[in-house]
């Protein structure tokens, strides 16, 4: 049985500083992705990390991917307030949207 | 493009009364699932569909049933409601990538 691990589960920042969240998995895949949460709304999609070595940036926001490994790193820059959410990672482990989610991480930026 | 469609909102529900979560997409996806999620627990699949009139478990079905007789439409429902079904249920399709796209999500209380 696949299980994908968060961690921290709790994350309490300084804007400004920079951080990482990670996601270890427990079986091959090199599928893997990033959501955010806000509090009472939807999974809005962040990345998408196909093949191992993955590196894609948005803003503050940088996701790698290291399938030898299995893990993969949500690196924060800088932290601003409104990066404030919960982060789920997702691993496809039969490359058929199946997604398997890790137990996601609350972020909170304090100013 | 309205992306993919749940309805309700929220719902109240006592023991034992049965009903039907709806779920829409436009987005011509063969690929459409339904999660729930509970706190800390990350999401669970409770079923999904890889295409019109093929239907499968993920994780969590007992209790559930799901029928998909069009590509658009791929409805949840409870059988006879539980207090442990109390969770935010989320519809969601899936394209080639593995990516998800999700629906606003449906808020169901059981007393």
């Known amino acids: 049985e696949l299980k994908v691990e968060q961690n921290p589960l709790f994350l309490s920042m300084q804007e400004g500083k920079n951080y990482t969240i990670y996601c270890n998995y427990s079986?091959?895949?090199?599928?893997l992705y990033w959501y955010r949460q806000d509090p009472g709304k939807s999974l809005e999609s962040l990345f998408v990390?196909?093949?191992?070595?993955a590196v894609k940036q948005e803003g503050r926001l940088m996701a790698s991917l290291d399938t030898k490994a299995r893990l993969s790193t949500l690196h924060i820059t800088a932290a601003v307030h409104d990066l404030s959410a919960t982060y789920f990672c997702?691993?496809?482990?039969?490359?058929?949207?199946?997604?398997?989610f890790g137990a996601g991480t609350i972020l909170r930026v304090k100013s | 493009n309205a992306g993919v469609t749940q309805t309700p909102k929220f719902q109240v529900l006592k023991t034992g009364q049965s009903m039907t979560l709806q779920c829409a997409q436009d987005?011509?996806?063969?690929?459409m699932s339904w999660y729930r999620q509970d706190p800390g627990m990350g999401l669970r699949l409770i079923h999904y569909?890889?295409?019109?009139?093929?239907?499968d478990q993920g994780e969590v079905p007992n209790g559930y049933n799901v029928s998909r007789s069009t590509t658009e439409d791929f409805p949840l429902r409870l059988l006879s409601a539980a207090p442990s079904q109390t969770s935010v249920y989320f519809c969601?399709?899936?394209?080639?990538?593995?990516?998800?796209?999700f629906g606003e999500g449906s808020r169901l209380t059981v007393l």
């Open positions: 969601a399709s899936g394209g080639s990538t593995g990516e998800l796209f």
């Open positions: 079986t091959t895949s090199d599928r």
């Open positions: 990390l196909l093949s191992n070595g």
């Open positions: 997702a691993v496809d482990p039969e490359y058929g949207n199946k997604l398997v």
């Open positions: 987005m011509n996806h063969e690929y």
């Open positions: 569909s890889v295409g019109a009139g093929i239907t």
